[in-house]
């Protein structure tokens, strides 16, 4: 097969980059060279947002089987790019989220969920909405039938650049006790990059198109079983978590999702972000790595980076401060 990775340098990209060239893909990466591409790969330099960066895009050599897009900023992004290659490459997919569902969601939902709005030839709005227009800028250029949309839950494992499960493997490893939110075995979900990125690539070779979600089935994991495996790997011999209601949590004026990542008291929130079905994709081959593998594996990763992991500039710093969790605790 041979892919056209648009980025391919951080995170989602580069996930699927790497996963491509381990089956012996021929790859093609386009990005801005701010960040090595894997090697193994042909690299393209370009912005995609200027004329200059497209027309090194068109001037790449080569077709290819398959092009996967993980934009996330302005609709017209993707339009642009997707109509300079219509004709150069068999399959589209395009790495969406599950925010493009109209809130609230409900427990269970699947793919016939209502959508927001969106437009393909939109500057960024927000979050939702330039996802939904990408995904319609996507189709309108390669049609239904040969555009893949990978709806996209929440994403954790190594080259996380949002700082979600490194501020949890973190904050245990700084020891202590540590407010765990509750409940202990409320059902978490998530999709770990490297299985997203293996169901994508069988998905572009199989000839797959239209909407999957892409998150680990209901009861995969828990709450407790995501913290228990942070301490498992990361914690300091004192650290000891500290199970906290949720009232609790929310009185003391602690942002679910935002300080405390991963987290959402029981709710409508809950439901939308935990609560969501992955039977289409389930039955089209996705297969879902224990939760401890992706911690420890994400630990491994931190620890090579000394600690520290590096942090998209274009979203806010997540995680709690050691003096609201302290007052938190002592409630």
Same mark, same amino acid.
Not at 200 to 229: E, K, Q, R, S
């Given at each position: 097969m041979r892919l056209l990775m648009l980025g391919g340098t951080e995170f989602v990209g580069r996930a699927v980059t790497e996963a491509a060239l381990a089956r012996g893909w021929d790859v093609t990466v386009f990005h801005r060279g701010r960040h090595a591409a894997p090697e193994g790969t042909r690299a393209v330099h370009g912005d995609r947002t200027t004329a200059e960066g497209l027309a090194a895009l068109a001037a790449a050599d080569g077709d290819w089987d398959a092009v996967v897009d993980t934009w996330s900023g302005a609709p017209r992004a993707v339009r642009d790019a997707a109509r300079l290659l219509r004709e150069r490459a068999g399959t589209y997919a395009y790495v969406s989220s599950g925010s493009v569902y109209r809130y609230p969601g409900k427990a269970g939902s699947d793919e016939s969920f209502p959508v927001v709005d969106g437009d393909a030839d939109a500057d960024a709005v927000a979050y939702a909405e330039d996802k939904r227009g990408g995904e319609l800028a996507a189709a309108g250029a390669f049609g239904d039938g040969r555009t893949l949309l990978v709806r996209a839950g929440l994403i954790l494992g190594p080259y996380e650049n949002i700082g979600r499960l490194p501020w949890w493997l973190s904050r245990v490893a700084r020891g202590g006790p540590v407010l765990a939110p509750g409940p202990r075995d409320a059902s +978490?979900?998530?999709? &770990?990059?490297? &299985?997203? !990125?293996?169901?994508?690539? &069988? !998905?572009?070779?199989?000839?797959?198109?239209?909407?999957?979600?892409? +998150?680990?089935?209901?009861?995969?994991?828990?709450?407790? !079983?995501?913290?228990?495996?942070c301490v498992g790997v990361a914690g300091a011999p004192d650290a000891e978590l500290r199970w906290t209601a949720p009232d609790v949590v929310t009185a003391a004026g602690i942002e679910p999702w935002q300080e405390l990542p991963v987290w959402l008291p029981p709710g409508e929130l809950y439901d939308t972000m935990h609560d969501t079905s992955s039977a289409k994709a389930v039955r089209a081959g996705l297969r879902c790595r224990p939760v401890g593998a992706t911690v420890s594996d994400t630990w491994d990763w931190l620890r090579s980076l000394g600690g520290v992991a590096p942090h998209r500039p274009d979203r806010p710093r997540v995680g709690l401060s050691p003096e609201k969790e302290a007052k938190a605790l002592a409630r």
């Open positions: +978490i979900q998530y999709i &770990d990059v490297r &299985d997203l !990125a293996e169901w994508t690539l &069988d !998905a572009v070779a199989a000839g797959l198109y239209g909407p999957y979600n892409l +998150i680990c089935p209901t009861g995969h994991a828990t709450m407790g !079983a995501l913290l228990d495996a």
